[in-house]
T-cell receptor
Framework: GNSVTQMEGPVTLSEEAFLTINCTYT??????LFWYVQYPGEGLQLLLK?????DKGSNKGFEATYRKETTSFHLEKGSVQVSDSAVYFC????????????FGPGTSLSVIP | EPEVTQTPSHQVTQMGQEVILRCVPI?????FYWYRQILGQKVEFLVS????????KSEIFDDQFSVERPDGSNFTLKIRSTKLEDSAMYFC???????????FGPGTRLLVL
């Protein structure tokens, strides 16, 4: 079945460090890919998305590129801030009606000053 | 910017009691979803709803669960007889079409004692 795998956390970085959170997927067909973020005590927010191969999603300094050949959608940010501390979920959704979002297990990021 | 809202933010109930979780999807959205996240675990799909009927449901969504759109704005999840293992964060989501991005509400944290 369709699934998402993410790098294990927690990840701890110093402020201004470079961030990469790896994400790979397994899907029959070509899904849309997403990164959602969950700040402490809050709900899920869409961070960025890409709907087809080679698309790059970006938002708030975060980027991820849809790589069909490696079935990956790694999240990157050049310089993290303390306010980026959150849990990041990679997710996919097949492009058929009614279909569910399938989430990865989440990666917890802590950024220390 | 329009957003999905959920009430209550927190609910504590006794095992065996009925609970109703409420959601107000984004106003021009037609597709509605419930997900749950047990503490520290993955976000899991429960059910999707379109045109006043369930489109898809997971194995978690058994006879104890039901959904309803009682009027033009609310979307509810009812758990008839809560169990300890129903303790989780419940997220509502909506999308304008079946193919478009799902937007999530802030969640209701349910604790069953």
């Amino acid at each position: 079945g369709n699934s998402v795998t993410q790098m294990e956390g927690p990840v701890t970085l110093s402020e201004e460090a470079f961030l990469t959170i790896n994400c790979t997927y397994t899907a029959t067909g070509y899904p849309s890919l997403f990164w959602y973020v969950q700040y402490p005590g809050e709900g899920l927010q869409l961070l960025l998305k890409a709907t087809k191969a080679d698309d790059k999603g970006s938002n708030k300094g975060f980027e991820a590129t849809y790589r069909k050949e490696t079935t990956s959608f790694h999240l990157e940010k050049g310089s993290v801030q303390v306010s980026d501390s959150a849990v990041y979920f990679c997710a996919l959704r097949m492009k058929t009606s009614y279909d569910k979002v399938i989430f990865g297990p989440g990666t917890s990021l802590s950024v220390i000053p | 910017e329009p957003e999905v809202t959920q009430t209550p933010s927190h609910q504590v109930t006794q095992m065996g009691q009925e609970v109703i979780l409420r959601c107000v999807p984004i106003s021009n959205h037609l597709y509605f979803y419930w997900y749950r996240q047990i503490l520290g675990q993955k976000v899991e799909f429960l059910v999707s709803f379109y045109n006043n009927e369930i489109s898809e449901k997971s194995e978690i969504f058994d006879d104890q669960f039901s959904v309803e759109r009682p009027d033009g704005s609310n979307f509810t999840l009812k758990i008839r007889s809560t169990k300890l293992e129903d303790s989780a964060m419940y997220f509502c989501a909506s999308s304008r079409t079946g193919e478009e991005t799902q937007y999530f509400g802030p969640g209701t944290r349910l604790l069953v004692l």
